[in-house]
Nanobody
């Protein structure tokens, strides 16, 4: 069993930055691809970014490319999402996720584990 706990959300002005962290328990963290989804009010959960188990491959949604960076520290069982140049449309609850492979992040239905989410609010 893997438990995921997010932190780092909050209120920020447009153009600002935040860094989300996701701490994972369980020995299998290093064997899982990790990533982030987000869900805005009234909208479906959408993919944001993912990273494979070694950190050598990453994937991003077009809407965040060039602004967000995902990274991981397997020694600390933690994955990060650095978010720069934030926009009001980035406002959402951000969920940490773990899956068996990077391609699994193509659909929320293929995710093995979810965190409980952290709220990011970007004011204009």
């Amino acid at each position: 069993q893997v438990q995921l706990v997010e932190s780092g959300g909050g209120l920020v002005q447009a153009g600002g930055s935040l860094r989300l962290s996701c701490a994972a328990s369980g020995r299998i963290f290093s064997k899982h691809a990790m990533g982030w989804f987000r869900q805005a009010p009234g909208k479906e959960r959408e993919f944001v970014a993912a990273i494979n188990w070694s950190g050598g491959s990453t994937s991003y949604a077009d809407s965040v490319k060039g602004r967000f960076t995902i990274s991981r520290d397997n020694a600390k069982n933690t994955v990060y999402l650095q978010m720069n140049s934030l926009k009001p449309e980035d406002t959402a609850v951000y969920y940490c996720a773990a899956a068996s492979a990077l391609w699994s992040f193509g659909s929320p239905g293929r995710i093995d584990y979810w965190g409980t989410g952290t709220l990011v609010t970007v004011s204009s």
